[in-house]
């Protein structure tokens, strides 16, 4: 006589918005100082990139004004070489950073998470050869190479982005694997498994639900990563020229032959490399606030002081 065992079923739950944005109120209430002034910040970045065409006085790409002109209050920063306006530039040029940020650490972030779950728990050769290809991604120099291969596609923000993370899921994947490893171990994952929880299951229920705030932290460095990348490549005359980057303005800028000994890098130099550093200061104290609040073994840290 043989004893049917039980399978592990999940049963669908309605989602609770009023609990996920008391979850985010949680969090957030655990912020430092910098930590909630960086997301204020981005708040203002955000909103800028999507509510350009507001922000800004006139078209990115219109010449309104006299060529190099002051600020003032026609044009709060001024004017380029050829009569546009920096300010509109600077708005339009937070929603490039922002967009290839955002795909960048989408598609590596969560791409290579859920490659590291799937490698660390499966085990054998899959992880064997995740392991390996993991290993020669991240040993590659990074850097030179995004400029050898965006020089050789052309110019564009698609191909930026798909070179980005092509350089960029290494590191999310080595984590979840880890993280991965770390859990099919415990107790209650080899009692799931016993009792005929299938591997969707486990994965969903019980595995990326600890790893998944591990994964947002490094989210945010993967974008920060990529938004410094693009604006390296577009300084360097590399990016889209079509599309308004800070990094594309300042190779405008350090192009123009007077730019070094008149006072026209205040206004067209400075601005873009400012509004560059201030949102990778942001995104640098999120990342820290939440990894202090997100990891469970920095929290055990922070009690035992």
């Known amino acids: 006589m043989s004893v049917e065992q039980p399978v592990i079923t999940s049963a669908p739950h309605p989602v609770n ?11 957030t209430s655990k912020f430092t100082i910098e930590g909630k002034m960086a997301m204020i910040g981005l708040l203002i970045f955000v909103m800028m990139a999507i509510f350009a065409p507001f922000f ?18 026609a044009h709060l920063l001024g004017t380029d070489e050829l009569g546009m306006d920096i300010w509109a530039q600077i708005c339009y040029g937070a929603r490039t950073s922002l967009v290839i940020g955002l795909a960048v650490a989408t598609i590596a972030g969560f791409g290579g998470g859920i490659l590291g779950i799937l490698a660390g728990y499966q085990g054998g050769s899959i992880d064997q050869v995740l392991m390996r290809v993991i290993d020669v991604t991240m040993s590659l120099p990074s850097f030179p190479l995004l400029i050898v291969i965006s020089a050789f596609l052309g110019p564009s923000i698609f191909t930026v982005i798909i070179i980005l993370v092509l350089f960029s899921w290494a590191k999310p994947a ?5 993280q991965t490893l770390a859990i099919r171990s415990q107790a209650y994952i080899t009692a799931a498994r016993h009792y005929g929880a299938n591997p969707w299951y486990v994965i969903r229920k019980h595995i990326l639900p600890e790893i998944l705030p591990i994964l947002i932290v490094s989210l945010i460095g993967i974008s920060s990563y990529a938004i410094i990348a ?25 192009r123009f032959s007077a730019i070094y000994f008149t006072p026209y890098w205040l206004w067209w130099l400075i601005p873009p490399l400012i509004a560059l550093i201030a949102l990778l200061l942001c995104l640098a104290f999120l990342s820290r606030d939440l990894e202090r609040v997100l990891d469970p073994k920095l929290r055990a840290l922070e009690g035992v002081k």
């Open 17 to 27: 918005i009023r609990k996920m944005l008391d979850g985010v109120g949680n969090t």
């Open 174 to 178: 080595r984590i979840a694997r880890s």
């Open 230 to 254: 693009e604006a390296g490549l577009a300084f360097l005359g590399l990016g889209d020229p079509t599309s308004k980057s800070w990094g594309m303005m300042m190779n405008y800028a350090i």
């Open 56 to 73: 800004a006085m006139y078209p990115p790409g219109k010449i309104t004004g006299e060529s190099l002109e002051p600020p003032g209050s």
